[in-house]
């Protein structure tokens, strides 16, 4: 299974912490919170990761090379500019298996990755989208849920 990671923004939100460092990058407990998310997917059996980096990605890059440290394989997409998500997802067709995981690189989903694949398979249709209904607690609601 691969993922990919959308950590290309500009962080405009966190611009104190992010003005030098990318948002992935920040500290949580001691650690980037890029760590907890490839722990994450590791601990899942997930370890082809595609990296989508724009604003500072080189840090990025730097910070988890191949991947090897982390037990996972990692290759990178860069943005020029900000292209949003189905942007960011075009940039890096050459690098995307048929069938991946899309993440932001701002979110945490303790998830049964394998599960949601398989449902993915069984229902073959083009995509599928996992949400959160935020009812606007964390931050504004962009997803309708009907």
Request: proline fraction near 3%; glycine fraction near 8%.
């Amino acid at each position: 299974m691969q993922v990919i990671i959308l950590a290309g923004g500009l962080a405009t939100r966190l611009s104190h912490l992010t003005e030098d460092l990318p948002k992935s990058l920040v500290e949580i407990m001691g650690r980037p919170f890029l760590d907890y998310q490839i722990d994450l997917l590791r601990r899942a059996g997930i370890d082809n990761i595609v990296l989508c980096v724009g604003h500072l990605g080189r840090q990025i890059e730097n910070y988890c090379g191949n991947g090897k440290k982390h037990g996972v394989s990692i290759c990178y997409s860069y943005e020029d500019m900000p292209l949003g998500t189905a942007g960011a997802l075009k940039n890096a067709a050459s690098l995307l298996n048929d069938v991946f995981l899309c993440m932001y690189g701002d979110s945490y989903l303790p998830a049964d990755f394998h599960a949601m694949m398989q449902y993915f398979e069984v229902r073959k249709e083009l995509a599928m989208m996992t949400v959160l209904k935020n009812n606007n607690r964390f931050d504004k609601s962009n997803t309708v849920v009907e």
